[in-house]
């Protein structure tokens, strides 16, 4: 079945330096990825997306990119602020079909 | 931007008690859901409607689950006789469509059962 696996935390960060989230995913078809983010005593917020192969999807300073060859969709940021401290979840849906996400890393970013 | 609205925001409930958990998705959305989220785990699925009725659901959602549309604009989610372990954050969403685009997902209704 369709399932992600997102690298655990939690991550603790420098402010500045460069954030990877690694994310991979098995699904049958062709998924669109999707990066989450809750900050604390909030809700889930849509932070960036990719509906096929080799799309990057970008927000806020975040990249991720769709790659089919290696199931991955890896979230990555140059330079983290303290304001990026939250939880991140990779998830993915096929058409029509119910997201699956990921456990979440937390990211804590210290001045 | 339009926002899917979830009350209340916490809601503390004896073991064994009812609770209904109220949303209002986005208006021109056809397709609404349910996931939870048990403190510290992965955001799990447990009902999505469209049309009137389930469309899908998860092992998660048993008898003890319900959902309804009683009007136009809400989407609630009723636990019949709550236990200890749906203690949870509760998310509603809504899409437009059942294709590829991101949910709108509301900030949580978090249950505690005591």
């Known amino acids: 079945g369709d399932s992600v696996t997102q690298m655990e935390g939690p991550v603790t960060l420098s402010e500045e330096a460069f954030l990877t989230i690694n994310c991979t995913y098995t699904?049958?078809?062709?998924?669109?990825l999707f990066w989450y983010v809750q900050y604390p005593g909030e809700g889930l917020q849509l932070l960036l997306k990719?509906?096929?192969?080799?799309d990057k999807g970008s927000n806020k300073g975040f990249e991720a990119t769709y790659r089919k060859e290696t199931t991955s969709f890896h979230l990555e940021k140059g330079s983290v602020q303290v304001s990026d401290s939250a939880v991140y979840f990779c998830?993915?849906?096929?058409?029509?079909?119910?997201?699956?996400f990921g456990t979440g890393t937390s990211l804590t970013v210290i001045p | 931007e339009p926002e899917v609205t979830q009350t209340p925001s916490h809601q503390v409930t004896q073991m064994g008690q009812e609770v209904i958990l109220r949303c209002v998705p986005i208006?021109?959305?056809?397709?609404f859901y349910w996931y939870r989220q048990i403190l510290g785990q992965k955001v799990e699925f447990l009902v999505s409607?469209?049309?009137?009725?389930?469309?899908?659901k998860s092992e998660i959602f048993d008898d003890q689950f319900s959902v309804e549309r009683p009007d136009g604009s809400n989407f609630t989610l009723k636990i019949r006789s709550t236990k200890l372990e749906d203690s949870a954050m509760y998310f509603c969403?809504?899409?437009?469509?059942?294709?590829?685009?991101?949910?709108?997902f509301g900030s949580g209704t978090r249950l505690t059962v005591v």
């Open positions: 990719a509906t096929k192969a080799d």
């Open positions: 208006s021109n959305h056809l397709y």
């Open positions: 699904a049958t078809g062709y998924p669109s």
């Open positions: 969403a809504s899409s437009d469509a059942g294709a590829n685009y991101g949910y709108t």
């Open positions: 409607f469209y049309n009137n009725e389930i469309s899908e």
């Open positions: 998830a993915l849906r096929r058409p029509g079909n119910q997201f699956y």
